[in-house]
Antibody, heavy 121, light 107 residues
């Protein structure tokens, strides 16, 4: 079955960088986009951007432009999301998810378990 | 950016009730709308895509509809496992945006 498994929780200091990994299994990794969404405690879902694992093409939300980088290693079916210049407001659970493609309305049908990143001095 | 406005923000209901949650887009998004269910400490789960298509594995008591820029998620007969937070999401244009969520609580 389709599965996305994310790396473990992290604690970072303000100004540092974080990298979360998302390992895909149960399907051909290069066939579907990977998107990243974050959720602060008690808050809603915030889309950060997308990556096409086949081409490596990416698109980022304006809010994160210049701070976020999404990459992949196709040989191990793993996507990565790196966020730099961290501040306390970046404390959140970060999710990766699989995009279904435009024929299915570009929704997100499988999600990782989430990675809690805490930014604190 | 396209704004997605959900209502109500929270609703209390009983097992067996029919519940309707609404999401209004700030501009036309066609049928590029999905609904998700999220339980505490868990990742969201896709219920409905393309406004009215039931995701494989989602219970048939969930349904979605569209009228212009207004979208509705209906649960025909609430089950105990349905108490959760529900989000709509538009994929008509980037940035993808979500509604603020509707918390469905037990009365």
């Amino acid at each position: 079955q389709v599965q996305l498994v994310q790396s473990g929780a992290e604690v970072k200091k303000p100004g540092a960088s974080m990298r979360v990994s998302c390992k895909a299994s149960g399907y051909t990794f290069t066939t579907y986009d990977i998107i990243w969404v974050r959720q602060a405690t008690g808050q809603g879902l915030e889309w950060m951007g997308w990556m096409n694992p086949n081409s490596g093409n990416t698109g980022y939300a304006q809010k994160f432009q210049g701070r976020v980088t999404m990459t992949r290693n196709t040989s191990i079916s793993t996507a990565y999301m790196e966020l730099s210049s961290l501040r306390s407001e970046d404390t959140a659970v970060y999710y990766c998810a699989r995009g279904t493609g435009y024929s299915s309305g570009y929704s997100f049908d499988s999600w990782g378990q989430g990675t809690l990143v805490t930014v604190s001095s | 950016d396209i704004q997605m406005t959900q209502s109500p923000s929270s609703v209390s209901a009983s097992v067996g009730d029919r519940v309707t949650i609404t999401c209004q887009a700030s501009q036309s998004i066609g049928s590029w709308l999905a609904w998700y269910q999220q339980k505490p400490g868990k990742a969201p789960k896709l219920l409905i895509y393309a406004a009215s298509s039931l995701q494989s594995g989602a219970p048939s008591r969930f349904s979605g509809s569209r009228s212009g820029t207004d979208f509705t998620l209906s649960i025909s007969s609430l089950q105990p496992e349905d108490f959760a937070t529900y989000y709509c999401q538009q994929a008509y244009s980037f940035p993808i945006t979500f509604g603020q969520g509707t918390r469905l609580e037990i009365k």
